[in-house]
C-alpha cells in the first residue's frame, strides 16, 4: 500500500504562484512514475505533469512553461511549482504514483483557485 498526502493548494490571483507538495509513504520501490493531475468541474480529469524515477519529465501543452515538476527521491516526495497561474488553472489538483504497470495510487486532491 501507498499513501499520499498533498499540501500547498490555494486561492491566489492571476499571475501568481503556488507551489504543490505530495508525499509518498509505503511500498515505493524500484522504478516508479510521480504526477499531478487536475479536475475542473464538469472536467474531465486530465495529466498536468509526470516525471519517473529516472527523470523523464512529461507536461500537458497546456501548462508547459509555466508549471515545473520535481521530486526528491529521497523522500519519496514530488512537486509543483505552478507560476503564471491564470484562471482556467482552477481545479482540484490530485497526485498520482504509478509503482507498476497493475498498480496506482490517488492523493485526496487539493484545491487551486485562481481569481482574475
Known amino acids: 500500500q501507498v499513501q499520499l498526502v498533498e499540501s500547498g493548494g490555494g486561492l491566489v490571483q492571476a499571475g501568481g504562484s503556488l507551489r504543490l507538495s505530495c508525499a509518498a509513504s509505503g511500498s515505493i520501490f524500484g522504478f516508479n512514475t510521480m504526477g499531478w493531475y487536475r479536475q475542473a468541474p464538469g472536467k474531465q480529469r486530465e495529466s498536468v505533469a509526470t516525471?519517473?524515477?529516472?527523470?523523464?519529465?512529461h507536461y500537458a501543452d497546456s501548462v508547459k512553461g509555466r508549471f515545473t515538476i520535481s521530486r526528491d527521491n529521497s523522500k519519496n516526495t514530488v512537486y509543483l511549482q505552478m507560476n503564471s497561474l491564470k484562471p482556467e488553472d482552477t481545479a482540484v489538483y490530485y497526485c498520482?504514483?504509478?509503482?507498476?504497470?497493475?498498480?496506482?495510487?490517488w492523493g485526496q486532491g487539493t484545491q487551486v483557485t485562481v481569481t482574475s
Open positions: 516525471i519517473n524515477s529516472a527523470g523523464m519529465i
Open positions: 498520482h504514483v504509478r509503482v507498476s504497470p497493475w498498480s496506482a495510487y
